[in-house]
């Protein structure tokens, strides 16, 4: 099994920055497309950003588009979310998401792992 663990959530307000670390452990993490998503209270979870599992394609939600940023880092066992210009919108569980062989273009249906979330609160 992969072992998803996130880190990085927080309180901030409107305009400010975060970065998100999912630490992943258990099987060879370059084989797994990475990906985050994320929950608002009463909505559906949606998909954010996924990345190759080389790092070399990247794909994001529109409205995160030249604000949020997903990286890895293979050697270290690492995927991010740099998240720059938070707005209120942006409040959710951000969950990490890994799938076996896939790419950058996540859905719910394929990922195969789930980290356990961390809470992303952006003020206004």
């Known amino acids: 099994q992969l072992q998803l663990v996130e880190s990085g959530g927080g309180l901030v307000q409107a305009g400010d920055s975060l970065l998100l670390s999912c630490a992943a452990s258990?099987?060879?993490?370059?084989?797994?497309?990475m990906g985050w998503f994320r929950q608002a209270p009463g909505k559906e979870r949606e998909f954010v950003a996924g990345?190759?599992?080389?790092?070399?394609?990247?794909y994001y939600l529109d409205s995160v588009k030249g604000r949020f940023t997903i990286s890895r880092d293979n050697a270290k066992n690492t995927v991010y979310l740099q998240m720059n210009s938070l707005k209120p919108e942006d409040t959710a569980v951000y969950y990490c998401?890994?799938?076996?062989?896939?790419?950058?273009?996540?859905?719910?249906?394929?990922?195969?792992?789930w980290g356990q979330g961390t809470q992303v609160t952006v003020s206004s």
């Open positions: 258990g099987r060879t993490f370059s084989n797994y497309a």
């Open positions: 990345i190759s599992w080389s790092g070399g394609r990247r």
């Open positions: 998401a890994g799938n076996y062989r896939g790419n950058q273009y996540l859905t719910l249906s394929l990922v195969d792992y």
